[in-house]
T-cell receptor, first 109, second 115 residues
Framework: KQEVTQIPAALSVPEGENLVLNCSFT??????LQWFRQDPGKGLTSLLL?????REQTSGRLNASLDKSSGRSTLYIAASQPGDSATYLC????????FGTGTSLTVIP | IAGITQAPTSQILAAGRRMTLRCTQD?????MYWYRQDLGLGLRLIHY???????GKGEVPDGYSVSRANTDDFPLTLASAVPSQTSVYFC??????????????FGPGTRLTVL
C-alpha cells in the first residue's frame, strides 16, 4: 500500500518569504502526482498536476517538482501572501489514490 | 450548475438509519470518486467509478455502496449508519476513463454525524 507523507505538518512564515512544502511516497509506480489546497471547511482545489513523465509544473507563484526515483515531490511557493494560508495536500494516483495528511500553512502579514 | 455539487451540506443521522449522499457533476468526466476525510487520517478512497455502469472498491469500502447509472451522478449509500462513519465526505471527478490518470476535481463536501 502506498504511504504518502507530508512534512512539516504545520508551517508559519512571514509574508513575502519563499517556501517549500514536501511530499514523499513509498511506491514509485504512480501515474500522476497532484497538489491541492484546502481552506477550512471547504473542499479541495487542484493546484498542479504532474504526470509521471514530467519533472515539474508551474502555475503563477507555484512550482511543483517530481522525482519518482526518490519518491519525492516539492511544492515551491514564491513571495508568500496571507491569502496562501491553507492546508496543502499532495496525492499520488496509480491503481488507487493516496493522499498525504497535509501541511497547514500560515502566512503572517 | 458548475463543477461538482454535493447534497446535503451536512446531516445528523441516528445510528442504524439509511442515508444516501448525492453527487452530481456537469463536466462530463468519465471517472468519479468518493472519499472520507478524518482528522489525522487524511483522505481515504471509499469507492470509485471509471465510467458509467462500472464501480470499484477503494481503500475503505465496508459499510458503503455506490451506483453509477449515468455519467453525471454518483450517489453514496450507507445502508445502516454507524458512529464510526461520522466524517466529511467528498465526491470528486476526473477527465479520464482510466483510474488515476486524470486531474481530480472535488465537490464542497458533506459533513455527516452519526449518533
Amino acid at each position: 500500500k502506498q504511504e504518502v507523507t507530508q512534512i512539516p505538518a504545520a508551517l508559519s512564515v512571514p509574508e513575502g518569504e519563499n517556501l517549500v512544502l514536501n511530499c514523499s511516497f513509498t511506491d514509485s509506480a504512480i501515474y500522476n502526482l497532484q497538489w491541492f489546497r484546502q481552506d477550512p471547511g471547504k473542499g479541495l482545489t487542484s493546484l498542479l498536476l504532474i504526470q509521471s513523465s514530467q519533472r515539474e509544473q508551474t502555475s503563477g507563484r507555484l512550482n511543483a517538482s517530481l522525482d519518482k526515483s526518490s519518491g519525492r515531490s516539492t511544492l515551491y511557493i514564491a513571495a508568500s501572501q496571507p491569502g496562501d494560508s491553507a492546508t496543502y495536500l499532495c496525492a499520488t494516483t496509480g491503481n488507487q489514490f493516496y493522499f498525504g495528511t497535509g501541511t497547514s500553512l500560515t502566512v503572517i502579514p | 450548475i458548475a463543477g461538482i455539487t454535493q447534497a446535503p451540506t451536512s446531516q445528523i443521522l441516528a445510528a442504524g438509519r439509511r442515508m444516501t449522499l448525492r453527487c452530481t457533476q456537469d463536466m462530463r468526466h468519465n471517472a468519479m470518486y468518493w472519499y472520507r476525510q478524518d482528522l489525522g487520517l487524511g483522505l481515504r478512497l471509499i469507492h470509485y467509478s471509471n465510467t458509467a455502469g462500472t464501480t470499484g472498491k477503494g481503500e475503505v469500502p465496508d459499510g458503503y455502496s455506490v451506483s453509477r447509472a449515468n455519467t453525471d451522478d454518483f450517489p453514496l449509500t450507507l445502508a445502516s449508519a454507524v458512529p464510526s462513519q461520522t466524517s466529511v465526505y467528498f465526491c470528486a471527478s476526473s477527465d479520464s476513463s482510466t483510474s488515476g490518470m486524470g486531474e481530480q476535481f472535488f465537490g464542497p463536501g458533506t459533513r455527516l454525524t452519526v449518533l
